[in-house]
């Protein structure tokens, strides 16, 4: 798979620089024998995250161009090569953004970078086209800890972004999340404040108020005004997210109990377990308030009930349905609610069976 | 030299990366919806950039009014804090405050928002019994008066008046405000029915004009009570119900005598009269009809006379009286004369015409059929000259 090579035996000024970390390599990849590395563990780690899926397709891309005698077979081959460039870049990101949702993201990394520098040699340095890459790999890098190469990042997205006037706003809109969750994680709280109520403008103007992008944003500030310590801002947001996601998970089990179709295709899984994750947190926040409101606890129960009824997990279902069912005995009012989650464990307890 | 650098450093290169700064050139740069957005999201006040968004949506011109969007901003965070605290009072005065601000013709749907918001905030309001709930439906029933839309106008009203019934609540000038209630209601069923009476349905028309004609009469105000009892009275002749009409119409003469309003004790002497002569009752219509003339006269109101004279002149032609209804025709015409309308000038004429012609054709057959030499003298003479000698010794 790999074999030494000796910088020195180089041509001159011919650098060979390692993938990941632009040292000079020591080691070559034999499949495509255009890639460095290091040492082994960057090609171990390289390897796992994008080369493998890639390895063959920069074989053809590196391969030098055959002898056409006319300049149309010239120019199909030059264009046949650009598509396979880009082709690259499509796969690069994909498993970058598969890497960042799972959250492993130091395999995130080595597939990110794949993605800057092939969009980079195609596009120039500047253009919005390079945005999302710097998105990832500030994602990756703040999830790993190091800040201020998200930082380094985050300004090259934001000046491709101010160079570009007439730029998409959902591009504006994950610049500022991204921008937002740096500064809530630096501790600047003002500024992360700033950025997220940009985000939510900006992904209202696309997504319209009522979506789930926008609500994603509401519960990240949520999250900031907490550590602010202005608890009462952070509990009305939480109750219109949760509000949101009940009415949201209520429309997508009627339209399985209407339909009849298996509810395979709402949610992938990463998404379920992010919004598990939210959807906990709220409910410890509300547990822990001065004043615990019962139907707010209740809604929240019975929102995670569906939401694992929706991914499957039918024994997870029928515990928080169980638990909902409780809650809402304390409470007078809310029979819709007590109805629907009476179906819920009819389904849940069926499809154990 | 490193240190020179060092303290200079500060000047030669632009500090990119001072949020306060980003912000502050960011302020500038986008537009002012966002900044306001961002402003009320970065305070904490989700709802409020809910509500806010919604409206610039539907609202395309909002660049160009910086301080609407700055008082809907303030307004807008002062309602939010309220409502978190509770007090459904203060966020009602904010939205009532939001909605007053909004007064040119182009902003009527914002007013009309407001108002509707107010509405619902008054209603989670219980401390006060009502009172600002009721404010809000007349409110909101004024401005589907003013649009146009009488139906929902009717049902606001309706339940303002239910609400203010038996209640001694004021409004800021000292009017009760089951007065208003009254007044409101009575004018969108008086607007009602005459929708309805141009489509010809009578008896839903007269239905309305009774209950305007209740409203006015809960009012305690006689001048709205009499003007409803002459449009039921009106509407009362028009299906040929003359004994109702007349009762009404006796009402509103007695409330015109009190208040010695002439003009409009005229026009009650003059539809009592049509609705007796319509019954059958020709004399006591022609008393009224003078007293209308009179009346007229002594207010110098020539239209009214004119038309008290015509209409007199017309009964006294059907009971065959040709002799008086020429001298009434006469006077009419003279009126006429000094009016601007050129086709009440020629009715007139045509009047005055049939009546002197019909009056005079008796006599003139008389001395045909006599056909002696003087009588023929007179016909000729007359043919000649136009004097009438007709009536002299024969």
Not at chain 1, 142 to 154: F, K
Not at chain 1, 181 to 192: D, E, M, V
Not at chain 2, 71 to 77: D, E, K, P, V, Y
Not at chain 2, 371 to 387: A, T
Request: hydrophobic share 35%.
């Amino acid at each position: 798979m790999s074999s030494t090579i000796n910088p020195l035996a180089n041509p001159k000024g011919v650098k060979t620089l390692c993938e990941l970390c632009q040292k000079p390599a020591k080691l070559q990849c034999t499949n495509c024998r255009v890639t460095y590395y290091c040492n082994p563990d960057h090609q171990q780690t390289d390897w796992t995250s994008i080369h493998e899926k890639v390895c063959p397709l920069l074989v053809s891309i590196h391969s030098p161009p055959p002898l056409h005698t006319l300049q149309a077979d010239r120019e199909r081959h030059h264009r046949e090569t650009l598509k396979k460039q880009e082709q690259l870049i499509e796969i690069a990101h994909l498993e970058a953004q598969k890497w960042v949702s799972k959250k492993s993201f130091h395999h995130a990394i080595p597939a990110a970078l794949l993605f800057l520098r092939w969009a980079m040699r195609l596009y120039g340095s500047h253009p919005v086209k390079l945005v999302p890459a710097y998105l990832l790999l500030a994602q990756a890098n703040i999830g790993l800890d190091s800040m201020s190469q998200a930082r380094e990042y985050l300004t090259k997205a934001e000046w491709a972004v101010m160079n570009t006037p007439d730029c998409n706003p959902t591009v504006h809109h994950q610049l500022h999340r991204s921008l937002g969750r740096l500064h809530a994680a630096t501790g600047k709280y003002s500024s992360a404040l700033f950025h997220f109520s940009n985000d939510v403008y900006y992904a209202s103007e696309v997504f319209g108020l009522d979506s789930i992008v926008t609500f994603g944003g509401y519960f990240l500030m949520a999250e900031v005004f907490l550590k602010q310590n202005k608890p009462d801002v952070t509990r009305s947001l939480y109750t219109e997210v949760a509000c949101f996601w009940h009415t949201h998970l209520c429309k997508l089990m009627e339209g399985i109990s209407q339909s009849g179709i298996q509810a395979e295709d709402c949610f992938g899984d990463a998404q379920c377990v992010e919004v598990d994750q939210m959807l906990r947190c709220i409910l410890e926040f509300e547990e822990q308030y001065q004043k615990p409101r019962s139907d707010q606890s209740a809604l929240l129960v019975h929102s995670l009930a569906m939401l694992w009824l929706l991914c499957n997990n039918y024994t997870k279902a029928l515990e928080y349905g169980k638990k909902a069912e409780v809650l809402i005995q304390g409470s007078s009012e809310q029979n819709s609610m007590r109805e629907s989650i009476q179906n819920l464990l009819h389904y849940a307890e069926k499809h154990l069976q | 030299m490193s240190s020179v650098v060092a303290r200079n450093s500060r000047t030669l290169f632009p500090d990119i990366y001072n949020p306060q700064k980003q912000r502050r050139t960011s302020t500038f740069r986008k537009p002012l919806r966002q900044n306001i957005c961002t402003g009320l999201l970065c305070a904490g006040f989700h709802r409020s950039f809910a509500q806010l968004f919604a409206l610039l949506q539907r609202w395309e011109e909002a660049e160009a009014h910086p301080h609407k969007l700055e008082t809907l901003q303030s307004f807008l965070a002062r309602a939010e804090t309220a409502e978190r605290a509770g007090q459904y009072g203060e966020v009602y005065e904010n939205h009532l405050c939001l909605a007053r601000f909004f007064t040119e013709s182009e902003d009527e749907w914002l007013k009309h928002h407001f108002f509707q918001l107010a509405l619902q905030s008054a209603r989670k309001l219980k401390i006060d019994s009502g009172k600002r709930e009721a404010e809000a439906n007349l409110h909101i029933g004024q401005i589907y008066f003013v649009k146009g839309q009488l139906e929902l106008a009717q049902e606001h009203y309706e339940e303002f008046y239910h609400m203010t019934l038996g209640r001694e609540w004021q409004d800021t000038s000292g009017r009760s405000h089951h007065e208003c209630s009254c007044e409101e209601l009575g004018r969108v069923y008086t607007l009602l029915a005459e929708r309805l009476l141009q489509k010809q349905d009578c008896e839903l028309s007269i239905k309305m004009l009774t209950k305007a004609y209740e409203m006015a009469k809960e009012s305690g105000d006689s001048g709205p009570k009499g003007k409803a009892a002459y449009r039921l009275g009106l509407a009362y002749q028009s299906i040929g119900d003359h004994t109702t009409a007349k009762q009404f119409l006796g009402v509103y003469k007695d409330i015109s005598t009190a208040r010695e309003d002439m003009d409009n004790l005229g026009r009650a002497y003059g539809a009592i009269a049509k609705s007796l002569e319509s019954s059958g009752k020709q004399t006591e219509a022609v008393q009224y009809l003078e007293k209308f003339a009179e009346i007229s006269m002594s207010n110098k109101q020539d239209r009214n006379l004119e038309k008290a004279y015509t209409y007199l002149g017309s009964i006294l032609n059907s009971r065959v009286q040709y002799d008086e209804s020429y001298v009434y025709f006469k006077h009419a015409y003279e009126i006429a004369c000094n009016m601007a309308s050129v086709s009440r000038l020629q009715k007139a004429q045509v009047r005055v015409g049939t009546s002197h012609a019909l009056s005079m054709l008796q006599a003139y057959y008389k001395h045909i059929e006599i056909s002696r030499r003087h009588s023929i003298q007179k016909i000729i003479m007359w043919k000649e000259k136009r004097q009438d000698n007709f009536i002299e010794a024969m």
